[in-house]
């Protein structure tokens, strides 16, 4: 217990290169998920992001069994996988089973991939619950680059993507292209849900991607201040988690999640007081 709080120790480790760059990726991933966090939770897209998280892990597999950046093979895994799910769920009524369907194929081959690979089992276990030792300068550009076309992207599809959100039959009646909407923003999600599992991890970038942006939505229903407040969550509990995991070394999701709950149960009681006032 000691070790979880010695912050000398953090400080000491805070000094070193890996760790700083662990940190500027973390606070551009913070941005991507609280900015595209609120339209996930109007959607009610948690299910699809685990989904494309957790195919993220498949194309990080491959890219291990041949020998390639992980991140650029969790990248390719997440856009195929958010393709796949947009193309196929047209229907609503469907959406979760299509979901499950390809999940559990993407997961079988990124089992498979994994047997397959012969190095270390670090390697493997970094996949699933982020290894920030595994963030460098290139995975910063990578993500740098990713990071400024995704919001690029977003600014430009703005307004129509909020209509679509709120209301999306009054939305499609108007002659917005919702289809092609949902497509591209599924591909956004893609792209920022892969930059996330080096970090953060398959298994809990969901927390970093909807748990910030749902305590935000419970505080406001105004979109610019649930979006402000979504980046200010994601942003200390990525940052915080990393901060916190340094000393004991415990995997970086174990806090990231804890903080992203307890900032959501925070926010429950903030509007339960609000509604009994």
């Keep these: 217990m000691d070790k979880l709080f010695d912050f000398d120790e953090t400080i000491e480790v805070l000094q070193y290169g890996f760790v700083r760059d662990a940190l500027i990726a973390a606070a551009i991933l913070g941005l991507l998920a609280g900015v595209l966090g609120p ?38 895994g997440s856009i195929i996988a958010a393709l796949v799910l947009g193309l196929l769920a047209r229907r609503g ?41 595994g963030v460098d300068s290139a995975s910063i550009v990578l993500l740098s680059v ?36 949902s497509l591209i923003f599924a591909v956004l999600v893609g792209v920022a849900t892969a930059l996330g599992v080096q970090t953060v991890g398959a298994l809990l970038v969901l927390a970093l991607m909807v748990t910030p942006a749902a305590a935000a939505c419970r505080i406001t229903a105004n979109p610019l201040r649930a979006t402000i407040l979504s980046v200010v969550f994601a942003e200390v509990a990525v940052l915080g988690g990393i901060i916190l995991s340094l000393a004991p070394g415990v995997p970086v999701s174990a806090f990231v999640t804890a903080i992203s709950f307890l900032i959501y149960i925070a926010a429950r009681v903030v509007s339960r007081v609000r509604a009994a006032a």
């Design 146 to 181: 990713c990071a400024v076309v995704v919001l690029g992207v977003l600014a430009f599809i703005y307004r129509p993507l909020m209509f679509a959100s709120v209301d999306p039959d009054v939305a499609k009646a108007r002659g917005v292209p919702t289809g092609p909407l």
């Design 39 to 76: 339209f996930i939770v109007s959607r009610n897209m948690a299910f699809s992001v685990h989904g494309t998280s957790e195919l993220a892990v498949t194309g990080g597999a491959a890219a291990l069994l041949v020998g390639v950046g992980v991140g650029y093979g969790a990248l390719a």
């Design 93 to 133: 009524s469907e959406h979760d089973s299509v979901i499950g369907v390809v999940l559990a194929f993407g997961l079988g081959l990124g089992v498979l991939f994994l047997w397959m690979y012969p190095g270390r089992a670090s390697n493997k276990f970094g996949l699933l619950v982020g290894q920030i030792v």
